[in-house]
């Protein structure tokens, strides 16, 4: 049986790997294993060019703009076909929630809200990757680390460019690097676990970031207080590099088992086939236990671009932003339906992936959630008035999700709750309770709108 | 309360702190009558102009929201919003400052410190013109401490490539989007993981092409030939990387330590990994990621520290090519007997005339200073009867700017005043730039400048390319235009947007824009918004694409603004069309002055302190004496003592 398997293959690990951290990830899973709480999985999706609320709305449900929904209201999902751009997952309805409602004037909107998106606060526009904060994503990493805390993937319309600063942060002014380069990615996570040269070049890496550490700390103790911050933040680069290969190291043979093995899609010019490859990263990463959360962008931040000329779309998203998701022009709709539909596909393959996986008494999709939203929050040029989301798995039944649709009352009603409470939800979920996320919407009630968890969320 | 007010003002109000701690000339003002002289008309019992009042507020501070309202004062008279126009009285600039260190120093005592962001670039403007440039500041020294900063992606670029000649397509330091104000600044970009990791990478590739083929073992071999050990042959070859790379040689400890390094990564993974690692541990060095400023000299009695002549070397290389010195240039500074200031002024000079570089580095300056190349990532709609393509218009400016440049005569006013422009420069007919700039469709290309009629285009201000640059994909962007003018040509400052704005026009077809801009006139809004909107409202002469036009939904376009509450006199009052603004702004001393602070920030990497007076006072009146020559006030500028020394470093964290 394949639950025997797994758990075969990791107590022989914990036999042979001597290292404290691979043994403590062990101990976890085993207990896991023998039944104990299972700790939480995330992945945030985001695409760029908003993700209007009418477009969310399965056809059967009448649609009421915001500014009239007077009150909470909850309703089967399963009794209602999936909205065109979300059919891909119409097979795994069960554990869909489509959630309506939340705000997050905080961000400011516009054509993308850049890392406060997952941080919730307005950045200065002069740049985005100064974030004012840390970010959901990492802060759950920090929670229930993996080998990593977190990995972040995503895919560019620009083959050349191989990362983006602007989505995710460990801290002011701190960015975190999505990979935008799926054999980069895989260089970096996997080649630990590769063969030949590659190999050589993962321990010549390790050797060489290892002496840098030395040397950049002789120069910084030579030069005194004129190192300043610069000097210290060089380090601080260096120190994080060099602590991940041993991470990696440590945790070889495992990589070894769940590395993906990188084809033409890892290279590809298409823009869609490398985000093909990235959730196929992404999925390794969670199954590997590299990270227990995963950031997956597809041409986030990118208006004037045409991410999406591999499944035929040749408008770029500025284009097809104003045919539609802006002024709800019928035009732009299909286009918008096609490109979300790419990555619900994308989202589907994952889950069926990690329902194949089995874990305590169910299977790792049973202790995963997916968000699915967009950094514009609700249409091209958003206004953050309503982030609509979208939702896959219940964390092993923590949240009371799945099979719903959910509208929260409009922006300022009663009842009415912000994206930083939703956050506050997931840290509550994750065993790290906060009452807020981010920065606060000065227009709205503190303790009602924009404190955590959501009761309505919660099991 | 304080807790609650502390969360408020975080990142609400930027002040020059170091502004008020050397204005030794501010006497304690009487705060109760500044206030109720040039306050409490409009924020007294009778008006409370948005909501607020200031006749009860008390000098003690007692509580979160008094904190709260001097902190508004403050930030008011500090980015010059209040009085608002139309007061009837109005405080000196003195008597202001003394306000200002009267409410930062009350606040100061109640541990509530503003952020002091005078080191921010697109802070630099805090610092008040009219001390910079007096005659009583000329005294004061240098103020700004030792530094280090990160080079810029073509310096990394180049250094890389004096290792091992190759292409990379992503440029790890290539700096961020959008533009903004100047993109190499000290403290603008810390190093971060990706940075690192990316830089990581590429040395190691870099070291890769060095060793691969055979042409490691080549060179060993040859030294070995010519007598040498095969050891001593390698550190040879290490040395050789040190003097492309960081063009020094490296002290004994060093070369051990990399051998050390070679040795251990041999015995792992077999050569050349070890070459490698040592190849690439060279390349990472701090040196190859930062330019160090002060670090290697003791201060003198003064507490200043010359720069070093390695440093010098560097630091005029980088200013003027943005590029490591050549080994001749850091000779001449090795060997020079003349003082620094000369060694300075005459290789300044000879960069800036013969480098290939140096031409570039001055289009750069302009090409950020007037922000135009942002219209590429403008995007438009097509319509009908005209070709929109940025890249070309974009192009026509870079033209224009190099011609003036050539010429370096009165370049600033040439530049906001001239009606010579390049139209079809190379080859963009096929893309229509003719028709942006109102010429028929037919009009042949040539490379002389087109005269326009001075009430048609006059200056940057009204090229396409700059009025794209400041523009929305669907509309003319008066404010970002009124922004850039107060802030780059009037010297003044505007506070970043407050979060709770929800900044966006109505969409409203039938009105122009100037009527869908009213919104911006309530008051809470139009405090800021008044210092940007009338300046911004005057090039509405022209629609989004750039085109001169008459009309605008079918009715005569209304061009009339004004410069309100600029501080110089001379520069207040309506105009009619964007031609008088334009005239009048680039006939102004201040504006000229200006524009010699933002060259400062440009060639220094920093905001002008008050320490910097002198060297701005010298490099305006070079400017002027050169008859508007651009590489006379760059050469000044970086011959002066604001390029030469850096304040201790122990005494500058002490203040």
């Known amino acids: 049986m394949l639950v025997l398997n797994r758990r075969q293959s990791l107590k022989g690990l914990s036999l042979g790997a001597g290292s404290l951290l691979l043994g403590a990830l062990t101990e976890r899973v085993m207990a896991n294993a023998d039944g104990n709480t299972l700790p939480p999985r995330f992945v945030f999706v985001l695409q760029s060019n908003g993700f209007d609320a009418i477009q969310a709305c399965p056809e059967t449900i009448p649609f009421e703009p915001y500014a009239n929904r007077e009150l909470f209201e909850s309703l089967d999902l399963t009794e209602h076909r999936l909205p065109n751009g979300l059919a891909p997952l119409e097979a795994h309805k069960k554990r869909v929630t489509v959630l309506q409602g939340l705000s997050g004037k905080s961000t400011g909107g516009g054509h993308s809200t850049s890392s406060g998106a997952l941080g919730q606060y307005r950045l200065s526009g002069a740049s985005t990757t100064a974030p004012l ?316 709108m924009q404190t955590g968890p959501c009761p309505e969320l919660l099991a | 309360m304080i807790v609650p007010f502390k969360r408020w003002s975080l990142g609400a109000i930027f002040i020059v702190v170091s502004c008020f701690v050397h204005d030794a000339s501010a006497a304690e003002p009487n705060i109760k009558t500044f206030l109720k002289t040039y306050c409490l008309q409009c924020h007294g019992a009778d008006e409370a102009e948005g909501e607020v009042r200031l006749d009860n507020l008390t000098l003690t501070i007692k509580n979160a929201h008094e904190a709260k309202l001097w902190y508004r004062v403050l930030e008011s008279l500090q980015f010059n919003e209040m009085p608002f126009v139309g007061a009837d009285a109005f405080p000196t600039r003195r008597e202001s400052r003394q306000a200002e260190t009267w409410i930062a120093t009350a606040l100061a005592q109640h541990g509530l410190q503003p952020e002091d962001k005078s080191d921010a670039e697109g802070y630099g403007n805090l610092v008040p013109h009219e001390l910079l440039f007096s005659s009583n500041e000329r005294n004061r020294s240098v103020d700004v401490g030792a530094r280090i900063w990160r080079v810029s992606p073509e310096t990394l670029r180049s250094k890389l490539s004096a290792a091992s000649r190759f292409n990379f397509t992503t440029n790890p330091f290539d700096f961020d989007k959008p533009l903004g104000n100047f993109t190499d600044f000290k403290g603008k970009y810390p190093l971060n993981e990706i940075m690192a990791e990316q830089v990581t990478e590429l040395a190691i590739t870099a070291a890769e092409n060095q060793t691969k083929d055979g042409v490691a073992e080549k060179a060993i071999a040859g030294h070995i030939g010519r007598g040498a050990t095969k050891r001593e042959a390698i550190e040879h070859m290490l040395i050789q990387q040190y003097q492309n790379v960081l063009r020094r040689t490296p002290s004994d400890e060093e070369l051990s330590s990399l051998m050390a390094l070679l040795d251990r990564i041999d015995k792992q993974l077999g050569e050349p990994y070890g070459l490698q690692a040592a190849y690439a541990s060279i390349i990472l060095k701090p040196e190859t990621i930062f330019r160090f400023e002060g670090a290697s000299a003791k201060p003198d009695a003064n507490g200043l520290i010359q720069l070093s002549s390695r440093e010098l070397a560097h630091a005029l290389a980088y200013a003027i090519t943005d590029r490591p010195p050549e080994r001749e240039l850091l000779a001449t500074f090795e060997s020079s007997n003349s003082s620094i200031n000369e060694t300075l002024q005459v290789q300044a000079e000879r960069l800036i005339q013969d480098n290939r570089y140096a031409p570039q580095r001055l289009l750069q300056f302009f090409q950020e200073y007037f922000d135009y190349e942002k219209a590429n990532d403008i995007f438009k709609d097509k319509i009908p009867k005209h070709m929109h393509w940025a890249p070309g218009l974009v192009h026509d400016l870079d033209v224009l700017i190099q011609h003036v440049l050539e010429k370096d005569e009165q370049v600033l006013h040439t530049l906001l005043t001239t009606s010579d422009m390049y139209v079809l420069f190379y080859s963009h007919k096929e893309r229509g730039n003719q028709l942006t700039f109102n010429l028929p469709p037919d009009f042949k290309k040539t490379t002389r400048p087109v005269s326009f009629p001075k009430d048609q285009r006059m200056g940057v201000l009204t090229h396409p390319a700059w009025l794209i640059a400041h523009s929305s994909n669907f509309d003319n962007d008066p404010i970002r235009r009124g922004h850039w003018i107060r802030y780059k040509l009037l010297g003044g400052m505007i506070p970043d947007i407050p979060i709770t704005v929800d900044a966006k026009l109505p969409d409203e077809p039938t009105w122009t824009l100037r009527q869908r801009m009213h919104v911006t006139r309530v008051s809470e809004c139009y405090k800021c918004h008044s210092k940007m909107n009338p300046l911004g409202l005057p090039f509405e002469q022209f629609d989004h694409y750039g085109r001169y036009r008459f009309d605008e939904l079918e009715r005569p376009v209304e061009t009339s603004g004004g410069v309100l509450n600029s501080g110089v006199a001379e520069l207040d009052g309506e105009v009619k069309t964007p031609f008088e603004l334009i005239e009048r702004l680039a006939n102004s001393e201040h504006v000229e002055q200006v524009f010699v602070r933002h060259v400062f920030r440009f060639f220094l990497g920093r905001n002008e302190t008050l320490g910097d007076a002198k060297t701005l006072q010298d490099a305006y009146r070079a400017y002027v004496d050169s008859n508007g020559s651009m590489k006379s006030l760059v050469i000044s500028l970086l011959s002066s003592d604001s390029f030469i020394y850096r304040k201790d470093v122990g005494s500058a964290a002490d203040k």
């Open chain 1, 133 to 448: 904060g840390i970010t959901i994503d990492y802060q759950l990493g920090q929670t229930v680390p993996g080998i990593l805390p977190w990995i972040g993937v995503g895919m560019s319309a620009n083959a050349g460019r191989n990362a983006t600063l602007s989505f995710s942060a460990r801290g002011p002014h701190k960015p975190l690097a999505i990979a935008l380069n799926p054999e980069k990615a895989y260089n970096a996570f996997f080649s630990v676990a590769a063969a030949g040269d590659l190999n050589k070049r993962f321990h010549l890496k390790r050797n060489l970031l290892d002496y840098m550490v030395d040397d950049v700390k002789h120069t910084q103790k030579a030069l005194g207080a004129l190192g300043g911050v610069e000097l210290e933040a060089y380090l601080d680069a260096y120190d994080s590099l060099a602590k991940r290969q041993y991470r990696l190291l440590d945790a070889e043979d495992q990589l070894r088992k769940s590395a993906p093995r990188p084809d033409d899609r890892f290279t590809s010019t298409i823009a869609t086939r490398r985000l093909e490859a990235q959730f196929e990263i992404a999925s390794c990463a969670l199954i590997g236990g590299l990270s227990n959360v995963a950031t997956i962008t597809s041409a986030a931040g990118e208006i004037n671009a045409q991410p999406y000329l591999g499944i035929g779309i040749e408008e770029s998203n500025h284009q097809y932003g104003h045919m539609g998701g802006n002024r709800r022009d019928a035009r732009g709709i299909p286009l918008y339906e096609k490109s979300r539909g790419f990555v619900m596909t994308q989202i589907a393959k994952m889950v069926s992936r990690l329902e194949s996986m089995p874990e305590g008494n169910g299977t790792m999709m049973d202790n995963t959630l997916i968000v699915y939203m967009s950094d514009a929050p609700d249409t091209h040029h958003s206004t953050a008035m309503e982030w609509p989301m979208l939702l896959v798995g219940d964390l092993g039944g923590r949240l009371k999700l799945g099979g719903r649709y959910i509208n929260y009352p409009g922006y300022g009603k009663p009842g009415h709750r912000t994206v930083g409470s939703f956050y506050s939800t997931l840290l509550h979920v994750a065993g790290a309770p906060q009452e807020t996320f981010g920065r606060l919407d000065p227009d709205l009630d503190e303790k009602t």
